[in-house]
């Protein structure tokens, strides 16, 4: 398993490095400029990562490519078509290969989305109540059904992954056997 993260207290840089879960291994896998590698995330079958500025590469740091102008705080769809992203003015999905933004109604002030692991719901921090910066807020991806869910401050949600379906036994193989024959 490896991580990919930004910054190092060390160099006090804020490159992109990938290091496996372990501790050892780490990378420099590209010096940023302008926040395009800010807040890496990886794509759900662990070969592509996007990063602030919408900018998308493999997983060596290499293959780059912009899925759109601007925004922060990607996430991928579970099936990994789909990218939601922060655009400073509200939260906007586009496709993985870039093509049409398309804004989320009523997020405004709205930032680091995440997709529920079903792919049905969108969480996000959002504007704060009485007393409070900021809450946490679920959403249909059309924007639709928005529900505060926290009511004393909130911020930077994340989804439990959903359980995996247990493991189903092999299938049973037989061959008939003569009445009276040794199985061996």
């Not at 926290?150 to 959903?162: A, E, N, V």
């Amino acid at each position: 398993m490896k991580l990919m993260y930004i910054g190092d207290p060390t160099t006090n840089t804020q490159d992109l490095f990938r290091i496996n879960a372990d501790g050892s291994g780490k990378q420099t896998l590209l010096t940023l400029s302008s926040g395009e590698g800010d807040a890496p995330a990886w794509s759900p079958d662990g070969q592509r990562v996007v990063g602030g500025g919408l900018w998308e590469f493999d997983s060596d740091g290499e293959d780059w490519f912009q899925i759109t102008q601007g925004g922060t705080d990607p996430d991928w769809s579970p099936d990994g078509l789909k990218i939601v992203f922060d655009t400073g003015n509200g939260l906007a999905i586009t496709g993985r290969d870039g093509g049409a933004v398309t804004p989320i109604p009523g997020t405004a002030g709205y930032t680091d989305p995440v997709w529920s692991p079903d792919g049905t719901q969108i969480a996000a921090t959002g504007p704060g109540g009485l007393g409070t910066d900021s809450e946490i807020y679920t959403l249909k991806p059309d924007g639709s059904e928005i529900s505060r869910l926290t009511f004393f401050g909130g911020r930077d949600p994340s989804w439990q992954p959903l359980n995996p379906p247990p493991p189903q036994p092999p299938p049973l193989t037989g061959y008939p056997r003569p009445r009276g024959a040794s199985p061996l």
